[in-house]
């Protein structure tokens, strides 16, 4: 039922959209923001069944791209940063916890105020589903390199604002030139 409704708004979406070329400026820009669409719902499934395969919820990725191992989080920042409610917070960090992914600590400051931090198991986690999340798809890879190094180099002329979704949602931790993860060089 869902894949139905998803592939009906997207024939809408495209008939809407006319898909034919526009020689104006916002018109340029309307094709352009409509294929990065395209390809990010288009990847929508291979990226949930990456979550799934650490049994894991977009939700989930959220909380732990939101928190790391060294640096403790108040619970109520949480809250503030998701625009939730802080017993969603409490449910999220319950269930991460239980997977021993994070825990509860006390603020040394102020005992009445509890953080979250990464456990060592959780760290892990977030870096190998980052990793796993930044891995280009086989048709990704199949493209020849002049067309992927224009596609980088295009892409690393959009503004920050428009790569990041926001504060809570970390960089790559080892960037390549152009702030995307490193690739492994599987061929030239």
């Known amino acids: 039922m869902i894949e139905a409704l998803e592939t009906s708004a997207m024939a809408t979406y495209d008939g809407a959209m006319g898909r034919t070329r526009g020689t ?3 018109a340029i820009a309307a094709e352009a923001w409509a294929a990065v669409l395209d ?3 288009g990847q929508r499934n291979r990226f949930l069944a990456i979550l799934q395969e650490f049994g894991l919820t977009p939700g989930d990725l959220r909380a732990l791209f939101a928190l790391d191992h060294d640096t403790p989080r108040p619970m109520r ?3 503030r940063v ?3 409610d802080a017993s969603n917070v409490t449910w999220m960090v319950d269930h991460l916890e239980t997977r021993g992914l994070v825990e509860r600590r006390m603020l040394t400051s102020d005992r009445r105020v509890k953080t979250v931090v990464l456990t060592p198991l959780g760290a892990r986690t977030k870096a190998e589903l980052f990793t796993r999340l930044h891995e280009p798809p086989a048709d990704f890879l199949a493209l020849d390199r002049d ?3 224009a596609l980088r180099d295009a892409l690393a002329k959009l503004p920050a604002s428009l790569r990041t979704p926001g504060p809570d949602w970390p960089a790559p931790a080892a960037a390549g030139p152009h702030g995307t993860a490193p690739a492994r060089d599987t061929a030239s």
């Open 82 to 84: 998701w625009a939730c």
């Open 77 to 79: 920042t949480l809250a």
């Open 147 to 149: 067309t992927l190094e």
């Open 24 to 26: 104006g400026k916002a």
């Open 39 to 41: 390809l990010a719902f």
